[in-house]
């Protein structure tokens, strides 16, 4: 193993949690580069409410690379019963560790600074950091000339058409040295799994991240969601998310994309309407270049199973 190469994971959520779990086992160089495009559900209740970045996927992360007891980790990640949509005062639906890094914030009057004291708390395995410290929404258009403002509304899928083109405002939005330098002197950058147009795209439209990501010599990889959201990408295929890193990047910018090949779990019951498996390749020679392996999580197969991930992802390197 090659502990000193040094990782650059560009994401946030559930997938990018399940990336990092395996491979903070490789590596003691790793920097996870977080979307800070939330507004909706319990985050953006607190966003709102107390004029912060959003701390919900910051916080998963730190849970996700924490060194400490098993029950501090859950602590963070623990929710209070109640509706994650509900008032912006009320308790219930909240994360724990989100109002621990409102309470840091609080304490230090810098919410970039209560981040860090999160990390030295619970020890992390590398740095967090967000892909930005200014405040900044998205709004997507779609096929029928839809206008969908906001990350939430995106999420739910409150629109008829297909996602044609998200935007950042503001447009140019502030990025720590730290993230810029990070992408710049990588060994290898990844950006997914996670929701494309909602958690990816909002961090590689960063004109400062997207430059970094150029001039990086890094190896680069997209790692492709076992499952596809309906709201978001219906029915893509892995073509359909090269494309969308074209449209919105320029260039497919990536040197592989990595997709899981083992659909023999299928979607559970419970989530076939929210849900489809993203097919295999097709065959027909691409212009870009695709690993297919058994990546799923036997247990949840909407996922990617950590340890395969990481140990596919290792490879690469």
């Not at 909240?94 to 009057?109: D, H, P, R, Y």
Request: hydrophobic share 40%.
């Amino acid at each position: 193993m090659k502990k000193d190469k040094k990782v650059v994971c560009l994401g946030g959520g559930i997938g990018t949690m399940n990336l990092v779990k395996g491979l903070k086992e490789y590596t003691d160089n790793m920097t996870v580069v977080v979307s800070m495009a939330d507004d909706g559900g319990s985050a953006g209740r607190l966003r709102r409410l107390y004029k912060i970045p959003p701390p919900g996927d910051l916080v998963s992360c730190v849970s996700a690379m924490s060194n400490t007891d098993p029950i501090l980790r859950d602590l963070l990640t623990f929710r209070f019963l109640g509706d994650r949509y509900g008032s912006d005062s009320s308790l219930p639906g909240q994360k724990l560790g989100n109002l621990i890094l409102v309470a840091l914030t609080s304490m230090t009057g810098d919410f970039y600074k209560a981040v860090l004291e999160l990390q030295r708390i619970y020890k992390t395995s590398g740095r967090i950091l967000p892909s930005t410290t200014d405040s900044i929404s998205i709004w997507a258009q779609t096929s029928l000339g839809e206008k969908i403002q906001g990350e939430q509304h995106i999420d739910l899928g409150h629109f008829k058409g297909r996602i044609e083109k998200v935007f950042l405002e503001p447009k140019n939005p502030k990025v720590l040295d730290e993230v810029k330098n990070a992408i710049k002197q990588a060994d290898l950058i990844i950006a997914g799994p996670g929701d494309l147009y909602t958690t990816i795209i909002p961090v590689l439209l960063i004109p400062d991240i997207l430059e970094s990501l150029k001039e990086s010599k890094a190896k680069k990889l997209f790692i492709i969601n076992v499952a596809n959201k309906v709201s978001e990408t219906r029915d893509y295929k892995i073509e359909d998310y090269v494309k969308a890193v074209v449209r919105h990047c320029g260039d497919p910018l990536f040197d592989l994309f990595l997709a899981n090949d083992n659909h023999s779990f299928g979607i559970p019951k419970k989530w076939l309407k929210q849900y489809s498996c993203v097919p295999l390749l097709d065959g027909v020679k691409k212009e870009y270049k695709v690993v297919q392996e058994d990546l799923i999580d036997e247990n949840f197969p909407l996922y990617h199973n950590s340890k395969k991930l990481a140990r596919s992802v290792w490879k690469f390197i």
